[in-house]
C-alpha cells in the first residue's frame, strides 16, 4: 500500500487525496494552503525556493482517469519517460524521508516531554516521599506521646484510687472517732451529774441519815 501523501505546511499537514499543488522543489501543498501561499509570494514555504518559472508550481490529479493515464505520456520517447518517471520515483522517495524524518522529530519530542515529565514526576514522588516520612515520624512521636499519656493516666487513675481507698479509711477513723469523743463528753457529762447528784445529797440531813442506816 502506497504511504499517504500530506500538505507539506507544518501547520496544516492535511491528508491529500484528489488534487495537490507540486513543486520543483518536491513539496507538495493541499489547494487551499497552495491558494494562500503562492498568492503572497512565489517562494516555497517548506524550503523558501524560488518559483519564477511558470511550470515550478502546477496542479496535479492524485487519481487520475485511465484515459489520462494512457495519453499524459505518450508520443515520449522512452528515455524521457524514464526521467519523468526517475523523478517522479525521487518526488516521493524525498516524501517519504520527510515524512519518516518529521515523525522521528515528533518521536524526540515527545520523547523529550516524557522524560521532562518523568523527571517532575520523579520529583514529585520524591517531595511527596520525604514528606509521607516526615509525617510517619510525626505519627509515630505522637503515639508515643499518647502511649506516655495514657501511662500517666493509668497511674493518676490508680494513685486516684489509692487516695479513695485512704480517705475512705481516713472517713470510717474520723467517724469512729468522732463518736469516741461524742460518747466521751455524753460519759463525763453523766459522771460529772452523778458526782453533783452524790454531793447535793450528802449535804443533805436525810441523805445522811440514810447513808449511816446502810452502814449499821
Same mark, same amino acid.
Given at each position: 500500500m502506497d504511504a499517504e501523501l500530506r500538505c507539506n505546511r507544518l501547520t496544516c499537514r492535511k491528508t491529500l487525496i484528489d488534487k495537490a499543488v507540486v513543486t520543483t522543489c518536491s513539496h507538495i501543498f493541499c489547494v487551499d494552503c497552495a491558494n494562500e501561499l503562492f498568492n503572497a509570494s512565489r517562494l516555497c514555504p517548506a524550503c523558501e525556493t524560488s518559483l519564477t518559472e511558470p511550470d515550478d508550481v502546477v496542479v496535479c490529479s492524485l487519481h487520475p482517469t *485511465? =484515459?489520462?493515464?494512457?495519453s499524459v505520456l505518450s508520443? /515520449?520517447?522512452?528515455s524521457l519517460i524514464m526521467e519523468i518517471c526517475s523523478r517522479a520515483l525521487s518526488f516521493w522517495q524525498y516524501q517519504v524521508h520527510q515524512e519518516n524524518s518529521f515523525q522521528q522529530a515528533v518521536i524526540r519530542n515527545l *520523547? =523529550?516531554?516524557q522524560a521532562q515529565l518523568q523527571?517532575? /514526576?520523579d520529583n514529585v514522588i520524591r517531595e511527596a516521599n520525604g514528606e509521607i516520612n516526615l509525617l510517619s515520624n510525626k505519627v509515630a512521636e505522637?503515639?508515643?506521646d499518647m502511649e506516655l499519656e495514657r501511662r500517666k493516666v493509668h497511674e493518676l487513675q490508680d494513685s486516684s484510687r489509692e487516695r479513695e481507698k485512704e480517705y475512705q479509711k481516713l472517713k470510717v477513723a474520723s467517724t469512729s472517732a468522732w463518736r469516741f469523743d461524742i460518747l466521751?463528753?455524753?460519759?463525763?457529762?453523766?459522771?460529772?451529774?452523778?458526782a453533783e447528784v452524790v454531793t447535793c445529797s450528802e449535804r443533805s440531813p436525810a441523805w445522811a441519815g440514810c447513808r449511816r442506816w446502810e452502814y449499821v
Open positions: *485511465n =484515459d489520462y493515464k494512457t508520443g /515520449l520517447s522512452p *520523547n =523529550d516531554k523527571k517532575q /514526576l505522637l503515639e508515643r466521751t463528753v455524753v460519759l463525763g457529762s453523766i459522771r460529772q451529774s452523778q
